[in-house]
């Protein structure tokens, strides 16, 4: 059997191999990640399409993974060629207004459900957050040292994307009673917001 040659026997350039061999062994197992990531994002918003109640919940669902969908075959095509995907990144803009609802009201102790046929819309919700800033946090590490230029722009490029999803999902959460947002009392806040002043720039 031929033996195969290793590829780090020798220093080379990126310059000087084909685009679509211009990843590192790093990377390769990063993108797999944020692939496999998506992926499964992706079937559970499936799986979360039969119980959710709230169609404004359901639209956003199908929006989101219409989103995800166009993100992960962008990134495949970047992945295995290395060159410009046919379909670039495009901007996800969500439906809901920043208005956020601060405060805090009484509530019982949350416990995790023993039976599937407990999950809500605020179960639901939660769990579409949780697969979002994974997504997230996964694309931001991958894209920070990808060495292919494409990859890399991919990457980046989805990050706001995901953060722009997973916001939207804490809005709706938000204005449902589902996720409450406390302040600190006007005194601490303050203190906290100028314990910090700017720095000086001094001419070198």
Known sequence: MQQQQNPNSQMKNSNQMPAQQSHSAHEIYDVKEVLGGLIGAMEHYKLYEQGIQDTQLKNI???QYQYMQQTYNTLVDAFQTGQRPPQPTTTYNMELSNDVTYGLTPGQPKQPKE???QFNDECYSGFMLGHLKQCAS???M???EATNPVVRRVLQDSV????EMA????LYQ???GYYQVAQFDQQTQNQLLNGFTH???QQH
């Open 142 to 144: 991958a894209a920070l």
């Open 160 to 163: 706001p994307n995901f953060c």
């Open 174 to 176: 938000n204005d449902n």
């Open 61 to 63: 669902l199908n929006r």
């Open 199 to 201: 720095a000086s720039q």
């Open 167 to 170: 916001y939207e999902i804490f």
């Open 115 to 117: 039976n599937p046929q």
């Open 138 to 140: 996964g694309a931001t």
